[in-house]
């Protein structure tokens, strides 16, 4: 089966970090590009970060530039969502998915271009 597992989120305080995964099965990164979004209650999913595993270029949000950083390790299969000095204002659930190019995540028109969506791990910020 072709799917994709995100994991590492949880509790945390505001200010702490996390490191969520995203791990690839019954396909290969290569020539996808991988994107992180986060639906927070009442909210519209957005794109936050994204990475061409064909060439390494990555896209961050606005709200999450300098705090959140993504990166891939091919060999395994796996992207990762680094977020540090986090906000209340980051709880959502987040969602990995991947999509062919030209998908990129700067903008909601990209969206229906990622064909392969993982399953949500909730991050919850709060003291």
């Known amino acids: 089966d072709v799917q994709l597992q995100a994991s590492g989120g949880g509790l945390v305080q505001p200010g702490g970090s996390l490191r969520l995964s995203c791990a690839a099965s019954g396909f290969t990164f290569d020539d996808y590009t991988i994107g992180w979004f986060r639906q927070a209650p009442g909210k519209e999913r957005e794109g936050i970060s994204c990475?061409?595993?064909?060439?390494?270029?990555?896209y961050y949000e606005d709200s999450v530039r300098g705090r959140f950083t993504i990166s891939s390790d091919n060999a395994k299969n796996t992207v990762y969502l680094q977020m540090n000095s986090l906000k209340p204002e980051d709880t959502a659930v987040y969602y990995c998915?991947?999509?062919?190019?030209?998908?990129?995540?700067?903008?909601?028109?990209?969206?229906?271009?990622?064909?392969?969506w993982g399953q949500g791990t909730l991050v919850t910020v709060s003291s």
């Open positions: 990475i061409s595993s064909s060439d390494g270029s990555r």
């Open positions: 998915a991947a999509g062919p190019p030209p998908a990129w995540c700067s903008g909601s028109h990209y969206y229906p271009m990622y064909e392969i």
